[in-house]
């Protein structure tokens, strides 16, 4: 922090109320040998005196007791009084003198524990117990006067406090960056509040029947400022979600092991390749360039996944981001190594693995944790206002192909089931208008982001047949949504697949189930849609 050491403040008085003990002895400690008087509620005085550092209990100072079980101790106009004078005006510093109180000039709180007693499944009153009112009151009461007083919220800071102290007190600048943390930690802090009262605790009507809440209130933090976005003229930063106990990290919470920074461009690929490779329960490689997959297989292991996966569209794969739902192998490293690969993205990577990759230069390698599609619902803002969704799943009752309804032709083999049920969860991958073909286990062509089914069929098997190949004859085809003609299919049964699956549903089915009909072609419906815009 930046120094204005006209504005240093001396710290002669601190209020410590902590829930969360960690660091405190310490704090304590070199407050006291800087000569700092400490003021301190219940527990957080026991500690204080355990470290041998003398304190006044905060009932001395108000000389009411602690009271309704911990739900009045610090509320009282002697504690509050002393952390809102503001000390630049005469008259404060007048009122002060007369009320007989003294003033703090450090406030450190932290807050009972909301957001891990909602995780823990806690009884409501044990929730609504948990939230913190004295706690919230003084930290924006000492943020509000950060003129006048430092405040600190988290204990990664006890030691910028322990050096302030030594030398004479924070400067106005540091005050105010204090100040900015503690107001982002309230407002933090309310909108869980507020959001488990509006969806879990109170909801209206409305939230009761739909599940979404009559309020939606999140905050993010900055985790990144990224070199520009989409394209160099736009400003872009990454934030991430609160560090939260019950929140489930993602790809924003990745550690990078090698490469230059993450762009905003790799961020929208890695997601959108992370969500592919983790629809698939066994081993699985997606790569994808634009948000689309230019290939996507599963293998019995990442190796084989990555070579089916690429060899779908060598072309595309330049400057693709490619994700493994299994720790990266030297195997599949050594496979990677040769093309050139915007990020890699995995929940780990071999130590030989790493070692080979981190050969490239140009390649982005990142650790991911946690389970992928842990959004529990997407949010896309909209010009003055957002839209939200619940995330879509490969759950449905219509993703098993045991509800799926034989509609043309002969049953499914296994292979071909196999197959169909690939192709089936690999489409929902890809933006809508989406057709994709699949053999053994693995994509041989993408129609993706069309804005007619036709072309999309077209594509795909333009695709498939691509060099002299004819990957289209014989391959399954899966459809994201129904065919609202029978001229798209016969785009794929002129050019021999074998099977289709679709969820069904047009006015014109019947036209579309003939033409597999006549063709002899196996068609499933399966009742359920997977748009992707
Ligand atoms: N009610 C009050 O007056 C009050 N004043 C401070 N607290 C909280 O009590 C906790 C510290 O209490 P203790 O020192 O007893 O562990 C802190 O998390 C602090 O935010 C309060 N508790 C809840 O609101």
């Known amino acids: 922090m930046t120094a204005t050491p006209d504005a240093v403040r001396p710290i002669r008085r601190a209020l410590l109320s902590v829930y969360d003990k960690t660091g405190l002895p310490e704090l304590a400690t070199a407050l006291h040998d800087a000569g ?13 005196a355990d470290a041998g550092v003398p304190v006044t209990p905060v009932e001395e100072l108000t000389g009411f007791p602690e009271c309704l079980e911990g739900r009045v101790k610090t509320l009282h106009p002697r504690v509050h009084a002393g952390i809102l004078a503001d000390l630049r005006k005469p008259d404060h510093v007048d009122q002060l003198a007369e009320l007989g109180i003294e003033p703090f000039e450090l406030v450190v709180v932290n807050l009972y524990p909301f957001a891990a007693t909602v995780a823990s499944c806690a009884a409501p009153d044990e929730v609504v117990e948990q939230i913190d009112i004295g706690g919230p009151s003084m930290v924006r009461a000492a943020a509000k006067n950060h003129p006048s007083v ?27 960056a204090l100040a900015a943390d503690a107001f982002a930690h309230t407002a933090a802090y309310d909108a869980a509040v507020a959001s488990w009262f509006a969806s879990a605790y109170a909801p209206d009507e409305t939230a009761a029947q739909s599940g979404f809440p009559a309020v939606v209130a999140a905050t993010w933090d900055r985790a990144a400022v990224l070199r520009y976005g989409e394209n160099p003229h736009q400003a872009a930063a990454l934030y991430a979600a609160p560090d939260v106990p019950g929140a489930l990290p993602g790809l924003a919470q990745a550690t990078q092991l090698h490469g230059k920074e993450m762009s905003y461009n790799n961020y929208v690929d890695s997601d959108a390749a992370w969500r592919a490779a983790h629809d698939f329960a066994g081993p699985a490689v997606a790569v994808i360039k634009h948000a689309n997959p230019c290939g996507i297989a599963v293998g019995d292991d990442v190796a084989q996944a990555h070579a089916k996966a690429h060899a779908c569209d060598p072309v595309s794969a330049y400057g693709s981001v490619v994700a493994a739902n299994r720790p990266v192998t030297a195997a599949m490293a050594e496979q990677l190594a040769p093309v050139f690969t915007e990020v890699v993205l995995a929940p780990d990577f071999e130590p030989e693995a790493l070692e080979i990759l981190t050969r490239k230069k140009n390649i982005r390698v990142l650790r991911v944790p946690g389970p992928a599609n842990s959004a ?8 003055g206002g957002l839209l939200i969704q ?31 049920t690939f192709a089936w969860r690999a489409v929902r991958a890809t933006k809508s208008n989406a057709v994709l073909l699949a053999a053994d286990g693995a994509s041989v062509g993408v ?11 077209r594509l795909a098997v333009e695709r498939a047949n691509r060099m002299g190949e004819e990957r289209a004859r014989g391959a399954v085809a899966a459809s994201d949504a129904f065919f609202p003609f029978p001229d798209g299919p016969q785009i794929l049964l002129d050019a021999g697949v074998r099977a289709i699956v679709q969820p069904g549903g047009s006015v014109r089915d019947e036209e579309t189930i003939a033409a597999a009909q006549a063709a002899g072609v196996t068609m499933y419906l399966t009742g359920t849609r997977h748009f992707a815009h």
């Open 447 to 457: 129609g993706m982001g069309q804005v007619n089914r036709v072309d999309a069929c």
């Open 150 to 176: 430092a405040v600190v919220v988290d204990p990664a800071r006890y030691e910028d406090v322990a050096a302030a102290v030594l030398r004479g007190g924070f400067t106005l600048a540091e005050r105010r």
């Open 36 to 48: 700092v008087q400490i003021v301190s509620t219940g527990s957080t005085a026991r500690v204080v």
């Open 376 to 383: 529990p619902v997407e949010l896309r803002p909209i010009s």
């Open 390 to 420: 619940q995330a879509d799943r490969i759950d449905a009752p219509g993703d098993d192909p045991s509800a799926w309804t034989l509609a043309a032709g002969e049953p499914a083999d296994e292979a071909t089931l196999a197959d169909l």
